[in-house]
């Protein structure tokens, strides 16, 4: 079955590094994202990683994945107030066809000034 | 490209009236995907569909949801006879066909049962 957990809650002061945890149970998962959402918006891709890389670096951003434990990871390098927001993790488990994505509850970030 | 449209914003409807949920996908996208947001809750997979048909619809409520995404115009999602238990964020997303399958979101439609 497809099940995705994160940690409800993160927070961080102003300019350091977050962590925002997620691990799935599909092991045949071929692409995991990682979406933004802000108060009263639309969630906002972040980037994705497929799933045989391991890391995927994007400007601030790290995704690190672990496919032996299925536990993916998002670090926000200098982590600013304006990335206070929920962090959505998804994973799109066929490889064929354009299939729904499986969220987790998301991990509420708080920057801290 | 104006991306992903969805009106109503907001919509407040009345125990037992219909509510009607429209989502315009971004240009050249044929796929469009429903997902409901209770509070504090993640996203939920509704519907997925492509022009003129259902491909997936095992996250939909057995009664007094439907939707559709016709030949012509946005795609519809419908519920019948709304209850307050309803009461959530409807978002759309859509894509084209490609591997990654990369969803773009709406801003959502919040609606209200009274």
């Known amino acids: 079955g497809e099940d995705v957990e994160q940690s409800l809650f993160l927070s961080v002061r102003e300019g350091d590094s977050s962590v925002i945890n997620c691990t799935y149970t599909?092991?045949?998962?071929?692409?995991l994202y990682w979406y933004k959402q802000e108060p009263g918006a639309g969630l906002q891709l972040l980037t994705y990683i497929f799933s045989n890389m391991d890391m995927k670096q994007d400007q601030r951003l790290t995704v690190l994945l672990n496919k032996k434990d299925k536990h993916l990871s998002l670090r926000i390098a200098d982590t600013q107030t304006g990335d206070s927001a929920i962090y959505f993790c998804?994973?799109?488990?066929?490889?064929?066809?354009?299939?729904?994505?499986?969220f987790g509850k998301g991990t509420r970030l708080s920057v801290i000034a | 490209n104006a991306g992903v449209m969805q009106n109503p914003r907001h919509l407040v409807r009345r125990r037992g009236q219909e509510a009607r949920l429209r989502c315009s996908p971004m240009?050249?996208?044929?796929?469009v995907y429903w997902y409901r947001q209770l509070p504090e809750e993640g996203l939920k997979f509704m519907v997925y569909l492509q022009k003129e048909n259902i491909i997936d619809e095992s996250g939909m409520p057995k009664e007094r949801f439907s939707a559709e995404f016709p030949k012509e115009g946005p795609s519809i999602l419908r519920i019948q006879q709304v209850v307050r238990g309803d009461s959530a964020a409807y978002f759309c997303?859509?894509?084209?066909?490609?591997?990654?399958?990369?969803?773009?979101f709406g801003a959502g439609s919040r609606l209200t049962v009274l």
């Open positions: 240009k050249g996208h044929s796929h």
């Open positions: 997303a859509s894509s084209w066909p490609s591997g990654a399958n990369v969803l773009t």
């Open positions: 599909d092991s045949s998962s071929t692409y």
């Open positions: 998804a994973e799109s488990i066929k490889n064929s066809g354009n299939t729904p994505l499986v």
